[in-house]
Nanobody, 117 residues
Framework: QVQLVESGGGLVQPGGSLRLSCALS????????MSWYRQAPGKERELVAS???????NYAGSVKGRFTISRDNDKNTVDLQMNSLKGEDTAVYYC???????????WGQGTQVTVSS
């Protein structure tokens, strides 16, 4: 059974930084394309960043240059480093894993990020 657990969310002031982490258990991270999504109140869930099994990365335009996604297959974790945070980054952030073997996808439970002074 694949499980994803996010951590690292919290309250931060505008201009600050946070690092989110997603731990995958039950299978090897190396076979999954990994993504971070977010959902703000009243809005649809949106893709923030993704990283493929070949370490190719992709970012939403709104976070490009501020956020960095990375993966550690040895630790079975994927991180999202968020710098220069803005109020509009406030959302619940979710980790998603897409299996390259079974084509199934899995979601974490989410972690709240609030950017406010």
């Amino acid at each position: 059974q694949v499980q994803l657990v996010e951590s690292g969310g919290g309250l931060v002031q505008p201009g600050g930084s946070l690092r989110l982490s997603c731990a995958l258990s039950g299978f090897a991270l190396s076979i999954f394309h990994m993504s971070w999504y977010r959902q703000a109140p009243g809005k649809e869930r949106e893709l923030v960043a993704s990283i493929s099994i070949a370490d190719n990365t992709n970012y939403a335009g709104s976070v490009k240059g501020r956020f960095t996604i990375s993966r550690d297959n040895d630790k079975n974790t994927v991180d999202l480093q968020m710098n220069s945070l803005k109020g509009e980054d406030t959302a619940v952030y979710y980790c998603k894993a897409d299996s390259t073997i079974t084509r199934r996808n899995y979601w974490g439970q989410g972690t709240q990020v609030t950017v406010s002074s």
